[in-house]
């Protein structure tokens, strides 16, 4: 079912895909925020350019879109799936506890702030390109992976990587030789039991958007793990 949404605002767009019985493909898209906010068992298809908070709060729903996201993409979803095609915007994930945003290309600044795991649920993130400055500040939680793919910079993360983080993962497709981390992680090279957990979330990655899986996983890696549950103790606890 196609929906051309070109004339209508968010809440008119969501009650016609909620309408919808079958997969619908949305054309005329331009900038409506809210798109599938806290849809479940919904499959969703945008030709056009989405504004912020798409999928925010999503509840199991797939959303794939043909092009590129504005800001706050899949803030605070619990489970399903988010497919970009092109690039995100800011604060992607914003506090997501469950559910996958991939994203092909490159995302901004703040990506995963506040991420967390939900009891059986554990998020995850993948960007193929690099992302902003803060990817990942105060994560409690989930798994976020930046590949670097087809950037020109060596340095696939911003600045301030990791702040805050008290929880979760993150992988890196590089060395980071050049990244600053703060002082509450660790930051490794992958051994062969992460390039094995690795392969387990590209899998799905590589098939959506047609790369190599054998050749993303040849580059090093970065793996960041936090050291403490609580970063900031020392700032408000007296010795």
């Known amino acids: 079912m196609t929906l051309d949404v070109t004339n209508l605002g968010y809440k008119e ?7 919808q019985k079958e997969p619908c493909t949305i054309i005329g898209c331009i900038g409506q925020r809210f798109i599938g906010a806290g849809m479940s068992e919904k499959d969703i298809t945008i030709n056009g350019i989405p504004g912020n908070a798409l999928g925010a709060y999503l509840n199991g729903a797939t959303v794939t879109v043909n092009g590129s996201v504005q800001d706050a993409v899949g803030d605070t979803m619990n489970q399903g799936k988010i497919i970009v095609h092109g690039n995100i915007g800011d604060a992607a994930g914003y ?3 469950g559910g996958k945003i991939f994203v092909k290309g490159n995302a901004g600044y703040r990506a995963g702030i506040h991420m967390k795991a939900y009891q059986d649920k554990v998020p995850l993130m993948i960007i193929g390109g690099s992302a902003g400055s803060f990817l990942g500040e105060y994560q409690a939680g989930g798994i976020i992976v930046v590949l670097g793919l087809k950037t020109e910079s060596d340095q696939i993360v911003g600045n301030f990587p990791c702040t805050g983080m008290h929880g979760g993962k993150m992988f890196l497709r590089s060395e980071c030789e050049n990244v600053k981390f703060p002082s509450q992680v660790t930051a490794r090279p ?9 392969k387990e979330y590209l899998t799905e990655y590589c098939d959506l958007f047609g790369f190599d899986l054998e050749e993303v996983l040849s580059a090093p890696f970065t ?16 010795n």
């Open 13 to 19: 767009l969501n009650d016609a895909i909620r309408e």
């Open 95 to 97: 506090a997501m506890r």
């Open 190 to 198: 992958a051994n062969e039991a992460d390039i094995a957990e690795l």
């Open 223 to 238: 793996v960041v793990t936090p050291d403490s549950k609580n970063p900031y103790k020392q700032m408000y606890v007296a």
